[in-house]
């Protein structure tokens, strides 16, 4: 089975722009989430959506972000507009069994976009 | 919020020794996952262990929910166990979904 995919792999865009950064989670699986990786600060959870709703999104950073997750096989981040401390990593997760409040399913993650804003 | 705790935070192994990595959680979980992040960045699932002790080749976690920690054990250590190791874990009860990580152990396994 395929597992959780994530594209583009890498981007690399100037100050200013928007970026686009998709995710197709696992099949069956009604729990996403958006984490983000930096040397300073770890893996950082941005947003978690469960069946397609967007549950948490206290860990985004600012306005510039936002997530939308329009069906169960489909989620995008966007970062409008981009800085160069958006420079990181950005991985998609997913997981299976959880509701709004509790999930305790096991957590997949895709190979990550590395994204750098010049 | 929950707090995880990783130690040592890096590890040097000679190819073939044994260790053990630690993970101590200042509350209650229902989730406890160990990750390798490897050499190219990829975040590779080892253990699902909110509890109790699992084996799987040279690896095994143990995790002791009452006392708050987990311990993940490699065994005859290979180069290809370099790499960065985190737990995760989320809260029992809580309303949050949350899987917090900890900080990591860095691993190079030297040949």
């Known amino acids: 089975d395929a597992g959780v995919i994530q594209s583009p792999r890498h981007e690399v865009t100037e100050m200013g722009q928007e970026v686009t950064l998709r995710c197709k989670p696992i099949s069956g699986h009604n729990s996403l989430f958006w984490y983000r990786q930096t040397m300073m600060r770890g893996l950082e959870l941005l947003i978690y959506f469960n069946n397609n709703v967007p549950i948490d999104d206290s860990g985004m950073p600012e306005d510039r972000f936002s997530a939308k997750m329009p069906n169960a096989s489909f989620s995008t981040l966007k970062i409008q507009p981009s800085e160069p401390r958006d420079s990181a990593v950005y991985f998609c997760?997913?997981?299976?069994?959880?509701?709004?409040?509790?999930?305790?399913?096991?957590?997949?993650f895709g190979e990550g976009s590395r994204l750098t804003v010049l | 919020g929950i707090q995880v705790e990783q130690s040592p935070p890096d590890l040097i192994l000679q190819e073939g020794a044994n260790s053990t990595l630690r993970c101590n959680f200042s509350?209650?979980?229902?989730?406890l996952q160990w990750f390798h992040q490897n050499p190219w960045g990829q975040l590779i699932n080892l253990f699902y262990?909110?509890?109790g002790t699992k084996q799987n080749g040279r690896l095994s976690a143990t995790t002791v929910a009452t006392e708050r920690y987990s311990l993940l054990y490699i065994s005859s250590s290979q180069t290809t166990d370099s790499g960065v190791y985190f737990c995760?874990?989320?809260?029992?009860?809580?309303?949050?979904?949350?899987?917090?990580f900890g900080g990591g152990t860095r691993v190079l396994v030297k040949p």
């Open positions: 997760a997913s997981s299976p069994g959880g509701t709004a409040l509790a999930n305790t399913g096991e957590l997949f």
């Open positions: 509350d209650s979980v229902n989730n």
């Open positions: 995760a874990a989320r809260l029992k009860g809580a309303a949050g979904n949350k899987l917090t």
């Open positions: 262990i909110p509890s």
